[in-house]
């Protein structure tokens, strides 16, 4: 696997609490992705990050928030946890962004009650 | 806009057969196709791409695809299953354009089942 660590692995958590997950990459990729995976929708891309401070959103943004204050780290935050970001989420790197394939983490397990 | 279509939830199939699974896609321009494999409470894992050239591309673990560009299709396949090849797999497309940088759209996911 390429050198990246989610964490927490799971967590639980109630309605209206913040959330903040954590990807930490060894391999110095200046691109670094989060997404969600949930039944029948594959993957769907939150937020991403094309250098230090430089983040956009993707196709699934509302509710969540991004940081990246160092190459190896990309933080996303749920500013106040709901039911419908119960899911899988996935860090994922790139060497660029043409046709480098991505490489993900293993993920994180959250659930919203 | 671009899309990825996996029309099977599920392919059964006995090991030691032809395995296939299918992908569909709509995008402007030329397609970057990748397929991810992905194994219980593991993420995804490349198995391969295509950008340009050879129609054919091969990748991991014995696997290939062929890019049909007129059929809009990008089917993965490998000639012998094992049953270590059962796992949810997953075809992805963004079109060859910088403005596309980013956006790449994964397919629902097959499910593969190999029986011994």
């Known amino acids: 696997d390429a050198g990246i660590t989610q964490s927490p692995r799971h967590k639980v958590t109630e309605t209206g609490t913040p959330v903040t997950l954590r990807c930490h990459q060894t391999?110095?990729?200046?691109?670094m992705y989060w997404y969600r995976q949930d039944p029948g929708h594959g993957l769907r891309l939150i937020h991403y990050?094309?250098?230090?401070?430089?983040?956009d959103k993707g196709e699934v943004s509302d509710g969540y928030s991004v940081s990246r204050s160092k190459t190896e780290d990309f933080l996303l935050t749920l500013e106040s946890a709901t039911s419908s970001q119960t899911s899988v989420y996935f860090c994922?790197?790139?060497?660029?962004?043409?046709?480098?394939?991505?490489?993900f983490g293993n993920g994180t397990r959250l659930t919203v009650t | 806009a671009q899309s990825v279509a996996q029309p099977e939830d599920q392919v059964n199939v006995a090991e030691g057969n032809p395995l296939t699974v299918k992908c569909t896609y709509s995008?402007?321009?030329?397609?970057?196709l990748f397929w991810y494999v992905q194994y219980p409470n593991r993420g995804l894992q490349f198995l391969l791409k295509?950008?340009?050239?050879?129609?054919l591309v091969k990748g991991s673990y014995g696997f290939e695809a062929e890019f049909n560009k007129s059929q809009t299709s990008f089917h993965l396949k490998k000639p012998s299953a094992l049953v270590s090849d059962s796992a949810l797999y997953f075809c992805?497309?963004?079109?060859?354009?910088?403005?596309?940088?980013?956006?790449?759209?994964f397919g629902a996911g097959t499910q593969v089942v190999v029986t011994p």
């Open positions: 990050s094309y250098g230090v401070k430089d983040t």
């Open positions: 994922a790197i790139s060497e660029s962004f043409g046709g480098s394939p991505l490489h």
């Open positions: 295509y950008i340009t050239g050879d129609n």
């Open positions: 391999e110095n990729h200046r691109y």
């Open positions: 992805a497309v963004r079109a060859g354009t910088t403005d596309s940088w980013g956006k790449l759209q």
């Open positions: 995008v402007s321009g030329n397609p970057y």
